[in-house]
Structures are given as C-alpha cells and as structure tokens.
C-alpha cells in the first residue's frame, strides 16, 4: 500500500499516517524502458544504414524518444505528492504537500474530527474526506477504490483510539 503508520508508543501517542501515488515505475525500470525503446527504435534503421533515408528517419525517432523520456519524467514530477496526517489525543494535523511544493494544512480538535466516505458522490469512487473546525478537506485521492475503502477503516479505528486516551 503506498501509505504507512508510524508505531504508536506510550511515551509519544501520536500516531502519524504518511501518503503517496503509488509510484510503478521505479528508476531501473525508467532506464530500462528508455533503452529498449532506443534498441527498439534504431531496429528498422539497421536496413537503411549507408542510405540517405537512414537520415530522413533518424531525426523523427529521436524527437519521439525525447518525447517519451519527458512524458516519462514529467509524469514522475507529477506523482510527487505527500500526504501527513499526525493524530495526537488533542488535535489532528493534515500536511499536503503538492507536486509543485506547495503545502496546505489543516488543524482540527481530535474529538470533533469526523472522517465521511463518499461511494459516488465525489470526484473519484469512495472518496474520502476529514470534516472538522469548519472545513472538510480531502484525503488520499489518489489510491486506488481498495486502498481508500481499507484507509477509510484504519482512520476510523485510529480516530476512536485517539478520542480513548
């Protein structure tokens, strides 16, 4: 699951849920992706070598891996989202951390956060959000329908245990 609680421990009862996209395509695999289609793109020029259309293609191959390799790495950029969701008995805090940096916070008594699951109503299925202090702000949006139903549970479960001590 691309999230993960930090261990609860009687000297310090906060517990802390960390988020991310889940990220598919790990370096090695980029670099890999990259050559084979490099191999695979120069394959159909092995028959035009010592010929002036080898020249004419050559330009239009290369144009199209360097768009692959910035879709690629752009798409990566995009994925650098984090999600910080700190539960403490007296107050929860939620850090997003956007692609671009930005961050937006959001501060709530613990005792009167509530956690809501939207099946269909909201903008992607089984949507999750925290409502408190007068704000409702949304959480892990972008997991998959499974990862959002499971969190929706563990967040339930923590928030209760939270409100406990």
Request: hydrophobic share 40%; proline share 7%; charged share 20%.
């Amino acid at each position: 699951m691309p999230y993960s609680w930090s261990e609860n421990t009687d000297s310090h009862p906060a517990q802390e849920l960390r988020l991310w996209p889940h990220q598919s395509l790990p370096p090695k695999g980029f670099a890999a992706f990259i050559l084979i289609t490099y191999l695979l793109f120069t394959v159909p020029l092995y028959g035009l070598l010592g010929t002036k259309l080898l020249w004419g293609l050559l330009p239009f191959l290369m144009i199209t891996l360097a768009g692959v390799y910035y879709a690629l790495r752009r798409n990566d950029r995009d994925r650098q989202i984090l999600e910080v969701l700190t539960i403490t008995p007296d107050s929860t805090h939620l850090l997003h951390r956007s692609a671009k940096g930005a961050e937006q916070e959001w501060d709530c008594n613990t005792y009167w956060v509530r956690v809501a699951l939207y099946p269909k109503e909201g903008p992607v299925p089984n949507y999750i959000t925290l409502s408190g202090s007068g704000r409702e702000v949304e959480i892990g949006s972008f997991l998959t329908e499974e990862e959002r139903l499971t969190l929706y549970a563990e967040l339930n479960d923590r928030l209760r245990q939270a409100t406990r001590q």
